[in-house]
């Protein structure tokens, strides 16, 4: 069961298919599995993948200006050369250009597809419900989507990059955020993720309530590691008037217990660790080709302008006891369990 070739396809925009893919791939790491992830995120190339994967882990960067034929001919080549015994793919059965379709059937190994929401003018277009028939498992990482009730689909809780012992305490994520200890004010994090432009207006939002909050609370923009950072983390001149310097912080997950009202966009990865963690979020919905993110967010957490979004994270700052998440459940752990009981055993 253990020591098979695994590939991850995680190609798509932003940071949440290869974050999600990450949390997966280091679960079958440790494990004793062999792990290739396949992104083709801008992110990426900055963004340190293999520190926090670990050993037994591999990522194949690749380069998302690509043509479509560029990209299955890519694909191809990793396939060629990887020979995975399980195929994982994130997201899109018919692969980001379409370029998975006709190799899928021919494919002699495990196919698994984490199937989550997706728009459906997507899922109509392109006929997704035949081409979910090429997976031998569909594994639905904590929300709903449209093929859920597949026989051969298997729901699991939702999969994040860090387990709770890497979480830090609320103290350690507070210091790690640049406040005192004797500073006991309530801390405000505006996460910056999505992409690059998006990244940049966190800055500005952030720089929006910093104004608006004063000396209440300390606000502090969040981003990943990309052109706002030098090589050493700190912050380049190529930042935003006004804002807060921002922090290079990734995975943001590592300091959650540590903020007290977070700030961002409907994106899967900020709306699960926040609510693993527990922490108040206001968002919101970016305009997405494929995901919809005003469906993922609840009513409380949907803003619907910016100014809206800096008048109701202004009215929820307050401090919050340490959260200690004891019904947490490693949605990935399960999701690799389930791989192995499902498609390895025999």
């Known amino acids: 069961m ?116 997706l728009n459906p003018a997507y899922v109509a277009k392109f006929n997704i419900a035949e081409a979910v028939e090429d997976f031998d498992l569909l594994l639905v990482p904590g929300e709903d989507a449209p093929f859920a009730q597949h026989p051969r689909a298997l729901r699991t809780a939702p999969w ?69 950072f030098d090589a050493k983390g700190k912050s380049s001149r190529n930042t935003v008037r006004g804002a807060p310097q921002p922090l290079c912080v990734w995975p943001a997950l590592a300091v959650m217990p540590g903020v007290d009202v977070l700030v961002g966009a409907g994106g899967y990865n900020t709306v699960q660790e926040a609510r693993v963690t527990g922490t108040p979020l206001v968002a919101l919905a970016r305009a997405r080709r494929y995901d919809r993110q005003a469906v993922r967010l609840r009513p409380e957490e949907l803003a619907r302008t910016g100014a809206e979004l800096v008048e109701r994270a202004v009215a929820r700052v307050m401090p919050r006891p340490e959260q200690t998440a004891s019904g947490y459940t490693s949605g990935a752990r399960d999701a690799v369990a389930l791989i192995e009981r499902t498609l390895l055993s025999a």
């Open 160 to 228: 994040l990059l860090l387990e709770q012992e890497e979480w830090l305490s609320r103290a350690r994520a507070r210091e790690r955020l640049g406040v005192s200890p004797e500073d006991t004010r309530p801390l405000v994090a505006v996460m910056g993720s999505g992409n690059e432009l998006e990244v940049r207006e966190a800055g500005d939002i952030a720089a929006r309530l910093q104004s608006e909050l004063g000396a209440r609370a300390p606000v502090r923009w969040l981003a990943p590691p990309g052109p706002w």
């Open 2 to 117: 253990r020591g098979t070739r695994w590939l991850i396809y995680a190609l798509g925009g932003g940071m949440g298919h290869f974050t999600r893919a990450c949390g997966l791939a280091r679960m079958a790491a440790r494990r004793g599995h062999r792990v290739t992830v396949m992104t083709n995120s801008a992110f990426a190339p900055d963004v340190p993948l293999e520190e926090v994967l670990g050993p037994g882990a591999f990522v194949h960067r690749i380069n998302p200006e690509l043509s479509k034929s560029a990209v299955r001919e890519t694909v191809e080549c990793v396939l060629e050369g990887v020979r995975p015994e399980v195929l994982v793919v994130d997201t899109f059965p018919r692969g980001l250009v379409g370029e998975l379709a006709p190799m899928l059937p021919g494919l002699r190994m495990a196919k698994v597809l984490v199937h989550r929401d």
